[in-house]
DNA sequence: TGACAATTCAAACGGCTGTTTTAATCTTAC
DNA sequence: GTAAGATTAAAACAGCCGTTTGAATTGTCA
């Protein structure tokens, strides 16, 4: 086991090596098969480590969760920088971004995904344990998409409105993480994965935006109404 | 134990009973935690009867699930009638009913949710053993509110974007059930159960109207053009 | 090199799981 | 009433789980 590696410098990381490989091997059990059933033996045998790992690097399974979690939050920073495009940018392209960036964060294959994936399961049903990482993460994803919901919708839009049409968009997303399996099963000529993500984006924002448009029209149009109403009636 | 039941013949009916009351929270306990998470002990205490209960009237576990799922099944048969209403009403009702009756058998509280759950876990992780059953679900469904969709986007609509836009449907409902944990976290001033549907309903389909006239009126712009282009050509 | 700490390892622990066993109880029919 | 069958009950089984233990190994520093 000791073969040539004496005093080398490469050690120390080494050392680091068996804890960050726990992490990342953590990460992509978690990711799959959710906390409960993703088992220590099996994460510690992806990273090549002994059982007892866990509990010496990290306190106990929950704890390397967390650890997992917050590994590939800060891994994921980047789709947040692609989610939130430039205000001045046109509604139709920062749309399509944070689609994108949010169908890509899930689908994908391998490291990347991890956060989507995992951050889906805490959606569905959360540990507890890390319900403000999550909410770190959902709350301002979800106030981008409002902003652009509110730009397209326009400034007399409710709040309870913007929030309903953020809702249905990323529930459009999501549908294709959570019903994958069954996706896959029902329509085996199509593709669910990575390489399927720009038809989908396309699809999804055409849908929505015509829906936003429309509801905006429908708004415009029942306010002139009651501006006419309630100005004769001054 | 033995008391005011003698030669009864209300008695053959009490020894159906004990395998009706496995079924009856089996599918509670199923629908609740999913097939791995939920444990024999559970579900037979639930049913008041002793462990052993389910390998005498089932042979396991997985025959249990089978036999629950089977059953809501039967016992949900009439939430498919809510869905496909007469070809003949207007697709505004027959969206509406068919979005309502989806929305009802998921987020409804007690019994005959069980069915939507069910499915709805399948549709996540299937079990393999009942995929079939859930085809016999999903796929009728999916045929009702494809006929939706295309009666909206007319004959021209190819397959492939009326499966698109059934999806954005199917996910917009969906998301109420899967992301439910956290919505409820995120909004604690909102209602996302059974009392909410109604308000639920409103939104989505209006949405959901709204991008499907939409991309109808596309569709036919570009139709004509096309129309224009090779009529000139020949 | 030799002492000391950090890390790894095999093995075992207690707890929970689905399932089986064996005996007790109840139901039915003669 | 009694024998035969159906159903229930308590107890135990093997297997996997997360976790702990204590010794062996490795790396560090004088």
Redesign the pocket.
């Given at each position: 086991?000791?073969k040539a590696?004496?005093?080398?410098?490469v050690?120390?990381v080494?050392?680091?090596?068996?804890?960050h490989r726990l992490v990342e091997a953590g990460g992509e059990v978690f990711a799959e098969k959710g906390f409960?059933d993703?088992?220590?033996?099996?994460?510690?045998q992806r990273a090549?480590?002994?059982?007892?790992?866990?509990?010496?690097?990290f306190?106990?399974?929950?704890s390397?969760y967390a650890a997992a979690i917050q590994y590939a939050h800060s891994c994921a920073k980047r789709y947040d920088g692609d989610m939130a495009t430039p205000p001045k940018t046109s509604v139709d392209l920062r749309l399509r971004a944070f689609v994108r960036a949010m169908l890509m964060g899930m689908m994908e294959d391998g490291k990347p995904a991890w956060h989507g994936k995992l951050i889906a399961r805490e959606m569905a049903e959360p540990t507890g344990v890390l319900s403000q990482i999550v909410m770190q993460t959902v709350r301002p994803r979800f106030l981008i998409l409002s902003g652009i919901v509110r730009d397209v919708l326009g400034p007399g839009a409710s709040d309870a409105e913007i929030r309903r049409c953020a809702r249905s968009i990323v529930g459009q997303v999501l549908f294709y993480h959570f019903a994958k399996p069954m996706l896959v099963h029902a329509f085996p000529d199509e593709r669910f994965d990575a390489s399927a993500v720009d038809g989908l984006v396309e699809h999804i924002v055409t849908f929505s935006l015509h829906a936003l448009h429309g509801i905006a029209a429908t708004n415009a149009k029942s306010r002139r109404a009651t501006r006419k109403r309630t100005g004769r009636a001054r």
């Open positions: 086991m000791a590696s004496r005093s080398n410098p050690l120390t080494d050392l680091e090596r068996t804890r409960k993703a088992t220590v033996r099996d994460i510690c090549g480590a002994n059982v007892a790992a866990i509990n010496y690097h306190r106990d399974k929950q390397l």
